[in-house]
């Protein structure tokens, strides 16, 4: 099983970067995608979810109308686009699935992505 974040890099506040996660080695099916964000310092939060089975959302209240999950069944990809960007949304983004459907306690998913780094100047 492998998940595989990608999309990350520095870009200047205002501006936008569309993160990815490829899934594979699996059926998702069942899952709730999750994207986390952790912060230098700080606790790994969850940003934004996506249900695999009926598309239904979660999207964390400091980031609704800036942030955007969605995924393309056939490509096995769940997407986080990321606009409007803030100095504060510089973090590492990781990409996470767990069977038991959407929790914010991050110990409890199943699977996890390597990490990319978003780095927002201001």
């Known amino acids: 099983v492998q998940l595989q974040a990608s999309g990350g890099g520095l870009v200047q506040a205002g501006g936008s970067l569309r993160l990815s996660c490829a899934a594979s080695g699996r059926t998702f099916s069942r899952y709730a995608m999750v994207w986390f964000r952790q912060a230098p310092g700080k606790e790994r939060e969850s940003v934004a979810a996506?249900?695999?089975?009926?598309?239904?959302?979660y999207v964390k209240e400091s980031v609704k109308g800036r942030f955007t999950i969605s995924r393309d069944n056939a490509k096995n990809t769940v997407y986080l686009q990321m606009n409007s960007l803030k100095p504060e949304d510089t973090a590492v983004y990781y990409c996470?699935?767990?069977?038991?459907?959407?929790?914010?306690?991050?110990?409890?998913?199943?699977?996890w992505g390597q990490g990319t780094q978003v780095t927002v100047s201001s």
């Open positions: 996506i249900m695999w089975s009926d598309g239904s959302t």
């Open positions: 996470a699935a767990n069977l038991g459907g959407y929790s914010a306690n991050y110990r409890l998913y199943d699977y």
